[in-house]
């Protein structure tokens, strides 16, 4: 019995473990866990995702899927232009403006027009995908640390649209405006931040 | 460090979802020529000079295979084959180049993703698995470029810092 147990203890590590675990999400910043780590560790990009889900559940059909389809798309189009080093206006403010205008168009229930809804989160995956493209490390599987990257950052779109159900529960609308409210107002802190600095 | 197991994984899993809209009838025979060209494939002696070229592959297979999702009808029956095929190919050569054999017991049973992905589809949600294979268009797209950038080292401190 010992015996069987340890030998299915053996395949399961040799299943499991490689060489490579031993530099992922350790010393550099780099590998999957690291990457998939990164968007929770940062206030104003986890507040912007949920806010994405958040909005996009709020608006309805085919913004709920499609806030959540465009959002890492164009993210990745502002990481190849921060790793070209292509010059953009303060990343900082952008991002933080993100998380403003996001969390006022939640608080002020925003019924924004497809285009525009889909403008607006577009411009700001810009910004979100520039900072995270300029600190993208080569040191340490940069390839692992993207897909967990695009991997957590989809799942808090997930995230931001369960919470968005809320509003077809008895005072939901409040709670997801209210939510909207406060996210608004670490936004407008974060601005006022990234300005003074 | 570039290991074979993740993109070999996410290529099973873009397959998965791709054959999930092919007719149920092409299901098994594309998920065992997948494995068995994933195998053979791995054991071929495959130059060192052809690994970016292989990982490219990989990308571009992982797009192609999650792009079919958005087709109106999803694939038939011969196309989810040349797919399989293709996949096959693929995360067999990165395996060969750059892994283990282990690698390819990791990344096999991500084709199963068939199985949610069939479900969603039955249940009338389609559009979980087209949100997520559009992740996967965007993961690898920013991985196929990252083989022409100069990337920043990851001990420089970010926006946050």
């Given amino acids: 019995m010992i015996r069987r147990a340890r030998k299915g203890v053996l395949i399961a590590m040799l299943l499991l473990g490689s060489s490579a675990d031993a530099h992922v999400g350790t010393g550099l910043a780099g590998g999957f866990a690291s990457g998939f780590e990164h968007p929770f560790t940062g206030i104003d990009h986890l507040l912007a995702m949920i806010s994405v889900g958040l909005w996009g559940a709020f608006l309805g059909r085919p913004l709920i899927y499609a806030l959540p389809v465009i959002f890492p798309a164009v993210m990745v189009g502002g990481a190849v232009l921060g790793m070209l080093n292509v010059p953009m206006p303060p990343v900082e403010a952008g991002i933080a403006l993100s998380v403003l205008v996001l969390g006022g168009c939640i608080a002020l229930s925003a019924k924004a027009p497809i285009w525009a809804a889909c403008l607006i989160v577009a411009t700001f995956a810009v910004f979100h995908g520039y900072a995270h493209g300029k600190e993208l490390p080569s040191a340490a599987d940069p390839i692992g640390y993207s897909v967990g990257f695009v991997l957590a950052t989809g799942l808090l779109h997930v995230f931001g649209i369960c919470v968005g159900f809320l509003t077809h529960r008895p005072r939901g609308l409040i709670a997801t405006r209210a939510i909207g409210g406060v996210i608004g107002g670490i936004g407008a802190w974060l601005l006022y931040k990234a300005i003074g600095d | ?161």
């Fill in chain 2, 1 to 161: 460090m570039r290991g074979a197991a993740l993109p070999a994984a996410l290529v099973s899993t873009a397959l998965g979802l791709a054959i999930a809209f092919a007719p149920r009838s092409a299901w098994m025979s594309s998920v065992v020529t997948f494995a068995v060209t994933a195998t053979v494939v791995a054991v071929l002696p495959i130059p060192r000079g052809c690994l970016d070229c292989v990982f490219f592959g990989c990308w571009v297979s992982i797009v192609a295979s999650a792009a079919t999702v958005h087709l109106r009808g999803g694939l038939n029956a011969p196309a989810a084959m040349a797919l399989s095929l293709n996949s096959g190919l693929w995360s067999g050569a990165a395996v060969a180049l750059a892994g283990s054999h282990v690698d390819l017991l990791k990344a096999l049973p991500c084709v199963f993703a068939l199985f949610p992905t069939a479900l969603s589809v039955r249940l009338r949600m389609p559009m979980a698995a087209k949100v997520v294979s559009s992740w996967l268009i965007a993961m690898a797209i920013l991985a196929a470029t990252l083989q022409f950038l100069p990337v920043t080292p990851g001990y420089m401190p970010d926006h946050l810092d």
